[in-house]
T-cell receptor
Framework: GDSVTQMEGPVTLSEEAFLTINCTYT??????LFWYVQYPGEGLQLLLK?????DKGSNKGFEATYRKETTSFHLEKGSVQVSDSAVYFC????????????FGQGTRLTINP | DARVTQTPRHKVTEMGQEVTMRCQPI?????VFWYRQTMMQGLELLAY????????DSGMPKDRFSAEMPDATLATLKIQPSEPRDSAVYFC?????????????FGPGTRLTVL
């Protein structure tokens, strides 16, 4: 079945550092790919998405590119802030059926001032 | 500001008791999903609905869990009887339909503790 594998956490960085969180997927067909973020005590929020190969999703300084050849969707940000501290989830949804999401295990990110 | 709402936010109960969690999807959304989040298993899809009809509930333990949508503004997830292993955060999410790449909007979750 479809699956998503994320970089193990937790990840701790200093403010203004460069961030990469790796995500690879296994799926039949051509899934849509997502990054969701979960702040403490809250539900998940969509951070960015890409629906076809070579698409780049971006939001709030975060970026991720849909790489079909490497089945990857790595999350990057050039300069992180303390407010970026959260848990980040990579997910896919298939392009058939009910668009249900399959999530990676999540990566907890802590940014120190 | 349209949001998915869930009640209760926290629930502590004893093993064997019935638990009912409620979700109000965003008005106009026709797909509703129930997820469970635990440290060990991460986020798991339990069930989902389209236009109030259940499409798939294969993620739920059938003997004790049930999910329904009595109307378009209410989705319920019931556990009877509850067990300590059901302790988790339960999220409801709604979406505007089944188009490719459609976002799911998550509620704040119900944190369930079964003693």
């Amino acid at each position: 079945g479809d699956s998503v594998t994320q970089m193990e956490g937790p990840v701790t960085l200093s403010e203004e550092a460069f961030l990469t969180i790796n995500c690879t997927y296994t799926a039949t067909g051509y899934p849509s790919l997502f990054w969701y973020v979960q702040y403490p005590g809250e539900g998940l929020q969509l951070l960015l998405k890409a629906t076809k190969a070579d698409d780049k999703g971006s939001n709030k300084g975060f970026e991720a590119t849909y790489r079909k050849e490497t089945t990857s969707f790595h999350l990057e940000k050039g300069s992180v802030q303390v407010s970026d501290s959260a848990v980040y989830f990579c997910a896919l949804s298939d392009q058939k059926g009910a668009q249900k999401l399959v999530f990676g295990q999540g990566t907890r990110l802590t940014i120190n001032p | 500001d349209a949001r998915v709402t869930q009640t209760p936010r926290h629930k502590v109960t004893e093993m064997g008791q019935e638990v009912t969690m409620r979700c109000q999807p965003i008005l106009g959304h026709n797909t509703v999903f129930w997820y469970r989040q635990t440290m060990m298993q991460g986020l798991e899809l339990l069930a989902y609905f389209r236009n109030r009809a259940p499409l798939d509930d294969s993620g739920m333990p059938k003997d004790r869990f049930s999910a329904e949508m009595p109307d378009a503004t209410l989705a319920t997830l019931k556990i009877q009887p509850s067990e300590p292993r059901d302790s988790a955060v339960y999220f409801c999410a709604s979406g505007p339909g089944l188009a490719i790449g459609n976002e799911q909007f998550f509620g704040p979750g119900t944190r369930l503790t079964v003693l």
